[in-house]
């Protein structure tokens, strides 16, 4: 399963969780991820990344701030990779105008290597990212407190 799945036909950016696939609360209070970063010119892969409720809930109000065409920063508390997300506008191509966006994953914490790339998106990306939230919350819930 997919929380973020940012990818055109060159480059990729995708957070997919990982680990024991059954449904229900995850363990020790985390969802156990791993992020993925393909380009024609470089490839990445973090493994060991750990997400806590308040990163879902800072997802959810990030994606609010890309509907509304503003940056955001995701996962900036020196814990885990850190991620920048640039709207750079509408991108001209011959499928049509497509969304582009900059995304930059740098990583502090480990290999404190980064990479950027340029992923051109569908009008509805945002609502894409928004309905993956929404079933890893559901499949996967955190429990209450």
Do not use: C, K
Not at 60 to 87: C, K, Y
């Amino acid at each position: 399963m997919e929380l973020i799945r940012l990818a055109d036909d060159e480059n990729s950016v995708v957070v997919r969780l990982v680990g024991p696939a059954a449904e229900g609360p995850p363990q020790d209070g985390f969802l156990d991820v791993e992020i993925v970063v393909t380009s024609d010119f470089a490839n990445g892969h973090l493994t060991e990344v750990y997400l806590l409720p308040e990163d879902l809930e800072d997802w959810a109000q990030a994606l609010d701030s890309l509907a509304e065409g503003r940056p955001v920063v995701w996962m900036d508390d020196g814990r885990n990779p850190e991620f920048r997300i640039t709207p750079v506008g509408p991108y001209h191509s011959q499928d049509g105008v497509l969304n582009a966006v900059e995304v930059t994953v740098r990583d502090p914490v480990v290999s404190l290597t980064s990479v950027r790339v340029l992923v051109r998106l569908p009008d509805d990306w945002v609502d894409s990212q928004r309905l993956r939230l929404a079933q890893v919350r559901e499949t996967r819930p955190f429990p209450p407190g």
